[in-house]
Nanobody, 124 residues
Framework: VQLQASGGGLAQPGGSLRLSCAASGFALRYYAIGWFRRAPGKEREEISCISESGNTNYADSVKGRFTISRDGAKDTVYPQMNNLKPEDTAVYYC???????????????????WGQGTQVTVSS
């Protein structure tokens, strides 16, 4: 059972990136998914999560700029990150766990499965 986070890279302020979270060994469509990030010297922060049924939750720091969605055909979860800011620079992790269909899991401790992280750097 593995999660793979990808799509990180370098973006300019105001730019966009789309991260991806895919799984091997289980079907992501049956899991609640969360995205977290850790910036240097800071605590891990929940940024967005999505329930099995598609309910979503966003941290105030990314609300209105990030959108999380599922692609059922590819069994992948994408956070689309727009209007990026230097303070978005961090390692981004996806996490997965089973939950009731409509539940969004907003706390890191609720997740059992974690990807390896992908670096996002926002700089001019």
């Amino acid at each position: 059972v593995q999660l793979q986070a990808s799509g990180g890279g370098l973006a300019q302020p105001g730019g966009s990136l789309r991260l991806s979270c895919a799984a091997s060994g289980f079907a992501l469509r049956y899991y609640a998914i969360g995205w977290f990030r850790r910036a240097p010297g800071k605590e891990r922060e929940e940024i967005s999560c999505i329930s099995e049924s598609g309910n979503t939750n966003y941290a105030d720091s990314v609300k209105g700029r990030f959108t999380i969605s599922r692609d059922g055909a590819k069994d992948t979860v994408y956070p689309q990150m727009n209007n990026l800011k230097p303070e978005d620079t961090a390692v981004y992790y996806c996490a997965a766990d089973r939950a009731y269909t409509d539940y969004v899991l907003t706390v890191a401790d609720e997740y059992d499965y974690w990807g390896q992280g992908t670096q996002v750097t926002v700089s001019s």
